[in-house]
């Protein structure tokens, strides 16, 4: 399963062949008798407001977001106060700010960072205190649909880390189930797999030491050379 705003790119050939198969249907359609063509016109006119009501929730929760429904006297009308408060770029997630503090501790201004945390949490931490992460993921829900095509390079750099590496990660993650695929509520203190074995690989090259910990269960660790090697 993959999400529903990642159907276009996913699923292009598809969409195509089915736009092109609609459009001979069409042509078709209008040299047909009156009878079927009402039916197939019927049946088309049905899937799409089956498609609008299913969609519909989704949309209208959009919609009381977007700047029109704002602009709108005795509608939305709180323009004034939303511009200001996009402007100052509010957290998504506010503990993304508890970890935004414990990098910006540790670490330089801009220096890359070794994230391990909640999918969208990791993005947004790094997003906002302006770093790439070491690991090379860009959006961990994204890429954990091609692990064949991005975790082989995830290996690779796990196996570069050189030992006192600062990584960043939430210690409810440790011991947790995998976030399924398409999972949205109810996944807090979870990762996706391509995490979680980048995890247990890290795991198993070094120990972890604690070096720092936030009240919301962020933990800065350093990485360290187990004995021996």
């Known amino acids: 399963m993959t999400r529903s705003n990642t159907l276009l790119y996913v699923a292009l050939p598809a969409v195509v062949e089915a736009c092109l198969w609609v459009?001979?249907?069409?042509?078709?359609?209008?040299?047909?008798?009156?009878?079927p063509r009402l039916v197939l016109t019927a049946a088309?006119?049905?899937?799409?407001?089956?498609?609008?009501?299913?969609?519909?929730?989704?949309?209208?929760?959009?919609?009381?977001?977007?700047?029109?429904?704002?602009?709108?006297?005795?509608?939305?009308?709180?323009?004034?106060?939303?511009?200001?408060?996009?402007?100052?770029?509010?957290?998504?997630?506010?503990r993304a700010l508890e970890a935004q503090a414990l990098l910006d501790r540790h670490l330089r201004n801009g220096a890359?960072?070794?994230v391990i945390a909640e999918p969208a949490l990791t993005v947004e931490t790094l997003v906002r205190?302006?770093?790439?992460?070491?690991?090379?993921?860009g959006d961990p829900?994204?890429?954990?649909?091609?692990?064949?095509?991005?975790?082989?390079?995830?290996?690779?750099?796990?196996?570069?880390?050189p030992p006192g590496t600062l990584m960043l990660t939430q210690l409810a993650v440790f011991g947790a189930p995998v976030k399924p695929l398409g999972l949205r509520?109810?996944?807090?203190?979870?990762?996706?797999?391509?995490?979680?074995?980048?995890?247990?690989?890290?795991?198993?090259?070094f120990r972890l030491e604690e070096v720092d910990r936030s009240p919301r269960g962020f933990a800065v660790v350093r990485l360290a050379a187990r004995r021996g090697e």
């Open 23 to 35: 459009s001979l249907v069409g042509d078709r359609l209008l040299q047909a008798p009156r009878g």
């Open 44 to 94: 088309g006119l049905w899937v799409a407001v089956l498609l609008a009501i299913s969609g519909w929730p989704d949309a209208t929760d959009k919609w009381r977001r977007t700047a029109f429904d704002q602009a709108i006297p005795g509608h939305g009308g709180r323009l004034r106060e939303a511009v200001p408060k996009l402007w100052r770029s509010p957290p998504s997630d506010r």
């Open 112 to 114: 890359p960072a070794l």
């Open 129 to 137: 205190s302006d770093r790439v992460n070491v690991l090379p993921i």
């Open 141 to 161: 829900e994204q890429d954990n649909v091609v692990p064949n095509e991005t975790y082989p390079k995830v290996r690779r750099a796990i196996d570069r880390l």
């Open 185 to 205: 509520p109810n996944s807090r203190g979870r990762l996706v797999r391509q995490q979680k074995l980048a995890l247990d690989r890290i795991r198993a090259r």
